[in-house]
């Protein structure tokens, strides 16, 4: 089975704190993703990655960055969290379609973020 | 862009009975994939049924199944004799199938919140 690790289920960070949040994934996919889910607002994306050290700016990239430096690993950087950034963070992985995979993404368990 | 609406926030059913979650969305591709997703409280995302727009035959995972409507962009979610492990937040997504796309990931609905009541 596919499996996507997101290294904290749980931060509590300060405002003006840098934050990282990890993803690893274990089926050598090359996407990779970082969406953020709030109430009302479903799941929306952040940044992409389909390749080692490439990345693509999602639907809300404003104060977030990421970095790709091994294929396995995705993370999301918060410069300086801020308390607009209290939400819950999804990681997700998939395939290329080059590989005639068919479209699913791969999801961890997700990372609760409270910026006091 | 593809929008994906899901216009029920939240829906109750009464265990062992059909209940069936809406969904339309907005594209002016021809070739794309449907997807629902499953999210029970405090747990992971899970994959629950996947439709290619192509095929025209709806998919059908055991007591969940699809009524794909690609003229209407329609793609609704049944679930037949609902059970208490049902209960959970359930997204319609959308990805792209055209070649050089999809590696922007899927384009979510906001969610039904589905309620089932013993």
């Known amino acids: 089975d596919v499996k996507v690790t997101q290294s904290s289920r749980y931060l509590v960070k300060r405002t003006g704190e840098k934050v990282f949040l990890e993803c690893v994934q274990d089926m050598d996919h090359e996407n990779m993703f970082w969406y953020r889910q709030d109430p009302g607002l479903g799941l929306r994306l952040i940044y992409f990655?389909?390749?080692?050290?490439?990345?693509e700016k999602g639907d809300i990239p404003e104060g977030y960055s990421v970095s790709r430096e091994k294929k396995e690993r995705f993370s999301l950087i918060l410069e300086s969290a801020s308390t607009n950034q209290t939400s819950m963070y999804l990681c997700?992985?998939?395939?290329?379609?080059?590989?005639?995979?068919?479209?699913?993404?791969?999801f961890g368990e997700g990372s609760r973020l409270t910026v006091l | 862009a593809q929008t994906v609406t899901q216009s029920q926030p939240e829906m109750s059913v009464q265990e062992a009975e059909t209940v069936t979650l809406s969904c339309t969305y907005d594209t002016s591709e021809s070739d794309y994939y449907l997807f629902w997703y499953k999210q029970p409280p405090s747990r992971q995302m899970i994959l629950v049924i996947r439709q290619e727009a192509y095929k025209q035959q709806n998919a059908t995972e055991n007591r969940f199944s699809v009524n794909f409507q690609k003229a209407a962009k329609s793609f609704s979610l049944k679930i037949s004799d609902s059970q208490l492990g049902d209960a959970a937040m359930y997204f319609c997504a959308y990805r792209s199938a055209v070649p050089g796309g999809g590696a922007d990931g899927l384009t979510f609905g906001k969610g039904t919140h589905l309620i089932i009541q013993p």
């Open positions: 990655s389909y390749d080692v050290k490439m990345k």
């Open positions: 997700a992985s998939s395939p290329s379609f080059r590989t005639g995979h068919t479209g699913e993404l791969f």
